[in-house]
Structures are given as structure tokens and as C-alpha cells.
T-cell receptor, first 114, second 113 residues
């Protein structure tokens, strides 16, 4: 079956612009996670959805970052007024009910803010 | 404050030998630990895990050891193969919470033919 997919694979934008990153989880996976990986670092947690609701958004760095999952499947991470420090690989992961320990990751979206 | 630490940024071993990757953690609330493997331009792939109630878990060539008193775990790969060359991330989780993974910075393993 299909794994987690993310679009676009690469996104180059200018400082101050708005971007949207999309994640399609594995079918049937109720939990969805966003992580951010900066150069030389491990992935860092941003937000966790259980179904349609954000169960934990404690990792979002500030109010320029927002994520939605309106129908409990596809999720969109939205970044307003992008800054150069937002440049990173944004990873999405999903997991099946009762198996939140094993998260399946997508290939990521590489965001570059010029 | 890094709660999960991988102090070796890189490791190089010969094909057929054992690779040992180390990981330390500081948060005693972590009760489940995972190793992920990552190739360039791909997302991390789950490799092996261990619950805090165990001290060893084995899956083929991969074995993870957990020393709770030392807050230390290690991943052993034997025999190492060139295809094992990748970045390995140690991750920890507190079950029953938000289930978010806390990752180390990773160790780049190179297996030389």
C-alpha cells in the first residue's frame, strides 16, 4: 500500500511570504504528526493530531505556524510571514490506532526561505 | 536542553564487523525507545524498538540494548553491510501522553566494503 506522501517535495519562497505544506497519511491511520528537521539536527516535534483535532501543538515555535486536518486524513501545515530561520525539512508521520509508538514518515518537504 | 543525546556524529566500520551506535537520555519519564534509519532525501524509517520493561530486543542483524539505570541504549548491527550506511536516529517516547517522539541528533554510519 501507499506510504505517507508529502507535497511539494521542495519549496523555495521569499522572506515574508505564506506557504502551505501538505501531508497525506497512510489510509486508516488516525494519528498524524508534523516534525521539523534543521541541518545537523534530529527531527523536532511540532504538532500531533488525533483525528481532526490537534491533541498537542506544544512544538509549534510561534503563532506564524498553524496546522489543520479538517476531515481527519490530509493535513496542511501553514506558515505565515516566513523567515529565513524557517528553512528546514518538514516531515509528516502517521500511525495506526493503538500503535502510536511506530510512526511512519513521509519523505519530507524541503523549505528554503530566501 | 537535549533530552536524547547521540554523542558520536559519525562512525565508520568495515563490512562484516559489528557496528555499535550509542544513545543516552535524561528524561526518566521515557518508557519506549526506537531507532530510525534515514537515507538522504528520504524520511526516517523505523528499524527496531524496545520497551523500558525489557533490556534487550533482537531482530535479525539488529539488537537494541537498554540500561535503564544508566539511561543508556545502544544499537548493535552484526554483521554490518554497505547497505547499512545511513544516518541512525535514536528516539524516545512517553506512552500515554501525546506520543511525540523526541529524537537525538543522529549518527552517520559508514560501512566500508
Amino acid at each position: 500500500g501507499a506510504g505517507v506522501s508529502q507535497t511539494p517535495s521542495n519549496k523555495v519562497t521569499e522572506k515574508g511570504k505564506y506557504v502551505e505544506l501538505r501531508c497525506d497519511p497512510i489510509s486508516g491511520h488516525t494519528a498524524l504528526y508534523w516534525y521539523r528537521q534543521s541541518l545537523g539536527q534530529g527531527p523536532e516535534f511540532l504538532i500531533y493530531f488525533q483525528g481532526t483535532g490537534a491533541a498537542d501543538d506544544s512544538g509549534l515555535p510561534n503563532d506564524r505556524f498553524f496546522a489543520v486536518r479538517p476531515e481527519g486524513s490530509v493535513s496542511t501545515l501553514k506558515i505565515q510571514r516566513t523567515e529565513r530561520g524557517d528553512s528546514a525539512v518538514y516531515l509528516c508521520a502517521s500511525s495506526s490506532p493503538g500503535s502510536h509508538n511506530e510512526q511512519f514518515f513521509g519523505p519530507g518537504t524541503r523549505l528554503t526561505v530566501l | 536542553d537535549q533530552q536524547v543525546k547521540q554523542n558520536s556524529p559519525s562512525l565508520s566500520v568495515q563490512e562484516g564487523r559489528i557496528s555499535i551506535l550509542n544513545c543516552d537520555y535524561t528524561n526518566s519519564m521515557f518508557d519506549y525507545f526506537l531507532w530510525y534509519k534515514k537515507y538522504p532525501a528520504e524520511g526516517p524509517t523505523f528499524l527496531i524498538s524496545i520497551s523500558s520493561i525489557k533490556d534487550k530486543n533482537e531482530d535479525g542483524r539488529f539488537t537494541v540494548f537498554l540500561n535503564k539505570s544508566a539511561k543508556h541504549l545502544s544499537l548493535h548491527i552484526v554483521p554490518s553491510q554497505p547497505g547499512d550506511s545511513a544516518v541512525y536516529f535514536c528516539a524516545a517516547i512517553t506512552q500515554g501522553g501525546s506520543e511525540k517522539l523526541v529524537f537525538g541528533k543522529g549518527t552517520k554510519l559508514t560501512v566500508n566494503p
